[in-house]
T-cell receptor, first 115, second 113 residues
Framework: KAGVTQTPRYLIKTRGQQVTLSCSPI?????VSWYQQTPGQGLQFLFE???????NKGNFPGRFSGRQFSNSRSEMNVSTLELGDSALYLC??????????????FGQGTRLTVV | GNSVTQMEGPVTLSEEAFLTINCTYT??????LFWYVQYPGEGLQLLLK?????DKGSNKGFEATYRKETTSFHLEKGSVQVSDSAVYFC????????????FGTGTQLKVEL
């Protein structure tokens, strides 16, 4: 079955603009999590959505937001972009039930560059 | 808080050498532990996992044992190949914390002929 699909793969935006990234999870998975990866901070958790509701949130400013649709596809939005928002944004898809054996499957990421 | 500490890289080895990448964790609860691998330009792939103390996760020749007494989950491989060159991330997930993963900083492995 198809893996996690993130679009677009690459983006270049100007400071002050906003951006929307998309993630389509594996069919049947209802949990989508987002992570920011930078050389300085490593992998940081942004938020998790499950059944269209935010279930977990990391320590990011309110400029970072997300949502999930009824088909489990998720989008994240970053408003008023700053140079420091340049990063690889990764989406992870998991099945509904969080058990000890639940696995997260990652997409290839969206590389955002803010200039 | 919850955190994962990994040995700093890069780690450079010759092909067929033995690999150890150290990982220790701090957690308020009883976590599941994971190793992920990231190849250049790619996302993360799950390498192995362990969900309780003394569990050994294994895959593709890699192994790691969940040691509760030392709060460690060190990654080992007996004989590395050039194709193992990648960045390796240790991570934890707390029970009751949804699917949130807390990652270490990653260790870059370079394997040379």
């Amino acid at each position: 079955k198809a893996g996690v699909t993130q679009t677009p793969r690459y983006l270049i935006k100007t400071r002050g603009q906003q951006v929307t990234l998309s993630c389509s999870p594996i069919s049947g998975h209802r949990s989508v999590s987002w992570y920011q990866q930078t050389p300085g901070q490593g992998l940081q958790f942004l938020f998790e959505y499950f059944s269209e509701t935010q279930r977990n949130k990391g320590n990011f400013p309110g400029r970072f937001s997300g949502r999930q649709f009824s088909n489990s596809r998720s989008e994240m939005n970053v408003s008023t972009l700053e140079l420091g928002d340049s990063a690889l944004y990764l989406c992870a898809s998991s099945s509904a039930a969080v058990t000890l054996n639940t696995e997260a499957f990652f997409g290839q990421g969206t590389r955002l560059t803010v200039v | 808080g919850n955190s994962v500490t990994q040995m700093e890289g890069p780690v450079t080895l010759s092909e067929e050498a033995f690999l150890t990448i150290n990982c220790t964790y701090t957690a308020t609860g009883y976590p599941s532990l994971f190793w992920y691998v990231q190849y250049p330009g790619e996302g993360l792939q799950l390498l192995l996992k362990a969900t309780k103390a003394d569990d050994k996760g294994s895959n593709k020749g890699f192994e790691a044992t969940y040691r509760k007494e030392t709060t460690s989950f060190h990654l080992e491989k007996g004989s590395v190949q050039v194709s193992d060159s990648a960045v390796y991330f240790c991570a934890l997930r707390l029970t009751g914390g949804g699917n949130k993963l807390t990652f270490g900083t990653g260790t870059q492995l370079k394997v040379e002929l």
